[in-house]
């Protein structure tokens, strides 16, 4: 996830060794190197994801903060959020880390506990998919999570009703359904209890009203408040994502220019099939 981009640059790396030291491991080694049995917990992951992006961040920033400096509204992708708190001035990097690393933490333990997995299920609109996991649900877990752009909605639960959705998805109209490597059914009640240990944490962590408005993944609206935004922070853990709504918040505001700050281009692909007239860039283009 951090290659030579990230050796290259000082602030990044400067940022992962402060993360390291924090979290007691080399966050940097592992997302180079793995291993990627480690790397791929999502106690691991969801550290490596946030300061992954912030280093990104920290190398558009020396590139040309010009972007950076315009900006006039930022939103994250469930876990991405707290890049962009981060980003708003809402949460210090250390605090980010911390919380990050307890959601990471009990979210794994969750995962181990109740077993699950994540569907992407192509071409099917929400109430379709609602249907769809009624359907297949049985007497397992099986819900929305990540509303991510038209024709594109993530299930998530139980292993078994992962492994039925397909069927009943297609039975229904689907193009295709594409299993995600992800280590639980994230975004559902299987995630419960890692909602207080969340809460706990967010409680004694200081925030600061957004220098910038930070669009919530849970209601797709900006929130001024610190104390709306714990509450919603841990909402999300086992919340539907509402990315698609998010983004159309985001376009509302006027921007002409977007950018993705990481290593990947999912959030764009998703930005062009909400608003393909939409420019959009990469740090790493």
């Given at each position: 996830?951090?290659?030579?981009?990230?050796l290259?640059?000082?602030?990044?790396t400067?940022?992962?060794?402060?993360?390291?030291?924090l979290?007691?491991y080399?966050?940097?080694?592992?997302?180079?190197?793995?291993?990627?049995e480690r790397?791929?917990?999502?106690?691991?992951?969801?550290?490596?994801?946030?300061?992954?992006?912030?280093?990104?961040?920290?190398?558009?920033?020396d590139?040309?903060?010009?972007?950076?400096?315009?900006?006039?509204?930022?939103?994250?992708?469930?876990?991405?959020?707290?890049?962009?708190?981060?980003f708003?001035?809402?949460?210090?990097?250390?605090?980010?880390?911390?919380?990050?690393?307890?959601?990471?933490?009990?979210?794994?333990?969750?995962?181990?506990?109740s077993?699950?997995?994540?569907?992407?299920v192509?071409?099917?609109e929400?109430?379709?998919?609602?249907?769809?996991?009624?359907?297949?649900?049985?007497?397992?877990?099986?819900?929305?999570?990540?509303?991510?752009?038209?024709?594109?909605?993530?299930?998530?639960?139980?292993?078994?009703?992962?492994?039925?959705?397909?069927?009943?998805?297609?039975?229904?109209?689907?193009?295709?359904?594409?299993?995600?490597?992800?280590?639980?059914?994230?975004?559902?009640?299987?995630?419960?209890?890692a909602v207080?240990?969340?809460?706990?944490?967010?409680?004694d962590v200081?925030?600061?009203?957004?220098?910038?408005p930070?669009?919530?993944?849970?209601?797709?609206?900006?929130?001024?408040?610190?104390?709306e935004?714990r509450?919603?922070?841990?909402?999300q853990?086992?919340?539907?994502?509402?990315?698609?709504?998010?983004?159309?918040?985001?376009?509302?505001?006027?921007?002409?220019?977007?950018?993705?700050?990481?290593?990947?281009?999912?959030?764009?692909?998703l930005?062009?099939?909400?608003?393909?007239?939409?420019?959009?860039?990469?740090?790493?283009?």
């Amino acid at each position: 996830m951090a290659g030579e981009w990230c050796l290259a640059n000082r602030a990044a790396t400067d940022l992962f060794a402060r993360a390291s030291e924090l979290l007691g491991y080399d966050l940097l080694a592992i997302c180079r190197d793995g291993p990627a049995e480690r790397l791929n917990t999502t106690a691991v992951s969801q550290p490596g994801i946030l300061v992954t992006s912030l280093a990104a961040l920290a190398v558009l920033r020396d590139r040309d903060p010009a972007p950076l400096e315009a900006a006039t509204v930022t939103a994250g992708l469930s876990l991405g959020e707290y890049t962009a708190l981060v980003f708003a001035e809402v949460l210090s990097f250390d605090d980010a880390v911390r919380l990050v690393d307890i959601r990471g933490r009990a979210m794994q333990e969750c995962a181990e506990h109740s077993p699950g997995g994540m569907v992407a299920v192509l071409g099917l609109e929400r109430e379709q998919v609602l249907k769809v996991c009624s359907e297949a649900r049985g007497s397992d877990v099986l819900e929305l999570a990540n509303v991510l752009c038209p024709g594109n909605i993530v299930v998530s639960g139980s292993v078994d009703a992962c492994r039925r959705v397909e069927a009943v998805a297609l039975a229904a109209g689907a193009m295709k359904c594409v299993p995600l490597d992800v280590a639980g059914g994230f975004h559902t009640r299987l995630m419960e209890p890692a909602v207080g240990k969340l809460r706990a944490a967010l409680a004694d962590v200081p925030m600061k009203p957004p220098r910038i408005p930070v669009v919530s993944n849970v209601d797709a609206r900006p929130h001024a408040d610190p104390e709306e935004m714990r509450a919603l922070l841990s909402r999300q853990v086992c919340g539907v994502v509402e990315w698609q709504a998010s983004m159309d918040v985001v376009l509302s505001t006027g921007v002409q220019s977007v950018w993705e700050v990481g290593p990947g281009r999912v959030l764009r692909g998703l930005l062009k099939r909400i608003s393909r007239g939409t420019a959009c860039h990469g740090v790493f283009d």
